[in-house]
């Protein structure tokens, strides 16, 4: 069973930032693209930035140019650097591989205005 452990969700003002972390086993975190995903309530999950084995990143429209993914391939772990917040980012956040094979608890992030 896949293991996934995301922190670092919270309540945060719009304009703030907040920084996401995820544990991956290394054995899945070695040989697949990561990626971060949301779902608020009511709405799909959806892919919100994504990383390549090789350290190639991409994102959602509508978080392009705020959200910031990296990855530490010592500590098998993956980041979500979230800056200038919006309300509409409120949701549970998850990681996965990409695409996904399994779930964790996921973290919430809930923005005010």
């Known amino acids: 069973q896949v293991q996934l452990v995301e922190s670092g969700g919270g309540l945060v003002q719009a304009g703030g930032s907040l920084r996401l972390s995820c544990a991956a086993p290394?054995?899945?975190?070695?040989?697949?693209?990561m990626g971060w995903y949301r779902q608020a309530p009511g709405k799909r999950r959806e892919l919100v930035a994504g990383?390549?084995?090789?350290?190639?990143?991409n994102y959602a429209d509508s978080v392009k140019g705020r959200f910031f993914i990296s990855k530490d391939n010592a500590a098998n772990t993956v980041y979500l650097q979230m800056n200038t917040l919006k309300p509409e980012d409120t949701a549970v956040y998850y990681c996965?591989?990409?695409?996904?094979?399994?779930w964790g608890q996921g973290t919430q992030v809930t923005v005010s205005s």
């Open positions: 290394e054995s899945i975190f070695r040989i697949n693209g």
């Open positions: 996965s591989t990409v695409p996904p094979i399994a």
């Open positions: 990383i390549t084995r090789g350290g190639g990143t």
